[in-house]
């Protein structure tokens, strides 16, 4: 069983920084591939990035390559999502979530996780 809590959520202007975190429980963090995705109002859930157990490998979407990067701690039980150059449309409710499937399968659906926080707004004002 894993707990995953976010925080880092805020109101930013466009073109302004956000760092994300979120905290895992247990001892078993770095057993743990971890994801991160995000949900407009209206819109369905989808992919924002994805880090291997170790952190040596690192997947984003496309809408958030060169802005947005995934890293993780497993010394402190977190994985991290820093956020750069924000647009209106990075406008959403983040949500981290763990899945025990390191490299197979498709890290870019949702239904592949395991475990899943309760989310963090993200609110960026043009």
């Known amino acids: ?9 805020g109101l930013v202007q466009a073109g302004g920084s956000l760092r994300l975190s979120c905290a895992a429980s247990g001892r078993l963090f770095s057993s743990y591939a971890m994801g991160w995705f995000r949900q407009a109002p209206g819109k369905e859930r989808e ?13 984003s979407a496309d809408s958030v390559k060169g802005r947005f990067t995934i890293s993780r701690d497993n010394a402190k039980n977190t994985v991290y999502l820093q956020m750069n150059s924000l647009k209106p449309e990075d406008a959403a409710v983040y949500y981290c979530a763990a899945r025990s499937n390191n490299l197979g399968g498709n890290y870019y ?6 475990y899943w926080g309760q989310g963090t707004q993200v609110t960026v004002s043009s």
Request: charged share 20%; no cysteine.
């Open 47 to 59: 992919f924002v990035a994805y880090i291997t157990r170790s952190g040596g490998i690192t997947y």
């Open 1 to 9: 069983q894993v707990q995953l809590v976010e925080s880092g959520g």
């Open 109 to 114: 659906r949702s239904d592949e996780y395991d």
